[in-house]
Every structure is written in C-alpha cells, then in structure tokens.
C-alpha cells in the first residue's frame, strides 16, 4: 500500500512538472522517447506527429508554436498519406528530413530572439513583470475609464469612453 501511495505521488509531481515547461521543451522530452518507437515500427508516424502538434498547439503561445504547429500538421499528413501507401517511404522519409531541417531553423531563430530579449530585460525581471509595468503605464496615461450601462428589452448594454 505504501509503495502505490509513493509511486502516485511521484507520478503527480512528474506530471505537475512537465505540465509547467514550455510547449516547445514538452515536445522535445515526448520525442526524445517516442520518435524511437516510431522509427521501430511500434508507433505510426501519424500519431507520432498527431501528439507533437497536439503537445504545442495545447500549450500556452510561445514564439514559433505557429512555425512547429505547422511543421508537425504538415508531417501528419505525411506520414498519413504514407501509411495509406500514397507516397512512397523514400518520399515521406524525404520530407521528413525537410521538416527536421524546417524545425532546426525555427528553434534556431526562436533560441536568437529570447538571447535578444534577455539581453535587453534588465537583471532580476520577467517578461511577466515588464508587462504588467506597461500595463499599469497604459492605464495612467490613458485616464479613468467612464462606463455607463442600459437595458433595453431585457438586455443590459455597456459603453465606455
């Protein structure tokens, strides 16, 4: 009984930990263990990209989840069109290559874009901070918000200048 009460709680801490990195770094650690078996032959190719787009597409927006939702839409229907004897292996395996190279680049040009805006936040500050500082500015510069509401026919309007 102890030993299934330690190995649940060990399962929800590794759950809640994965569940807290980035889309991106979550596709990494699920391909890192599933792209093996799907080059084995014990997971198809389609479901294999099917989880990859669904791993980014179900996470919060990072700079290039398009770029990666795209690339692994793309290699799902590859990798379909494959299964169902359309293509050849020769061509899905082609555009795989393609599509890991696509990848590179964008993971490349996202790594470029965060070293800029680190280098550029000033020490011991988040992107969450610097936003909610321009926000509260936002709201300053912008004055008091007048709101006023009516209802006509049972329904309630809201305006605001």
Same mark, same amino acid.
């Given at each position: 009984?102890? #030993?299934? =009460?330690?190995?649940?709680? /060990?399962?929800?801490?590794? *759950?809640?930990?994965?569940?807290?990195?980035?889309?991106?770094?979550?596709?990494?650690?699920?391909?890192?263990? @599933?792209?093996?078996?799907?080059?084995?032959?014990?997971?198809?190719? *389609?479901?294999?990209?099917?989880?990859?787009?669904? $791993? =980014?597409?179900?996470?919060?927006?990072?700079?290039?989840? $398009?770029?990666?939702?795209?690339?692994?839409?793309?290699?799902?229907?590859? /990798?379909?069109?494959?299964?169902?004897?359309? =293509? $050849?292996?020769?061509?899905?395996?082609?555009?795989? #290559?393609? /599509?890991?190279? *696509?990848?590179?680049?964008?993971?490349?040009?996202?790594?470029?874009?965060?070293?800029?805006?680190?280098?550029?936040?000033?020490?011991?500050?988040?992107? @969450?901070?610097?936003?909610?500082?321009?926000?509260?500015?936002?709201?300053?510069? *912008?004055?008091?918000?007048?709101?006023?509401?009516?209802?006509?026919?049972?329904?309630?309007?809201?305006?605001?200048d």
């Open positions: 009984m102890r #030993r299934i =009460i330690l190995a649940t709680t /060990a399962a929800v801490l590794l *759950s809640a930990c994965t569940a807290m990195l980035p889309p991106r770094l979550q596709a990494q650690e699920f391909a890192q263990s @599933a792209r093996p078996q799907a080059e084995a032959g014990q997971m198809k190719w *389609s479901d294999y990209y099917g989880a990859m787009y669904r $791993t =980014i597409a179900d996470g919060r927006p990072e700079a290039g989840s $398009t770029d990666r939702m795209k690339i692994f839409g793309m290699m799902r229907t590859n /990798a379909l069109a494959y299964e169902d004897g359309q =293509i $050849t292996r020769e061509q899905f395996f082609g555009r795989q #290559r393609s /599509a890991d190279e *696509s990848y590179m680049s964008v993971a490349e040009r996202d790594l470029a874009t965060q070293a800029r805006l680190d280098a550029s936040r000033p020490r011991g500050k988040s992107a @969450a901070d610097e936003y909610a500082e321009k926000a509260a500015a936002r709201a300053r510069e *912008s004055g008091p918000i007048n709101c006023t509401s009516s209802t006509a026919a049972g329904m309630t309007s809201t305006h605001c």
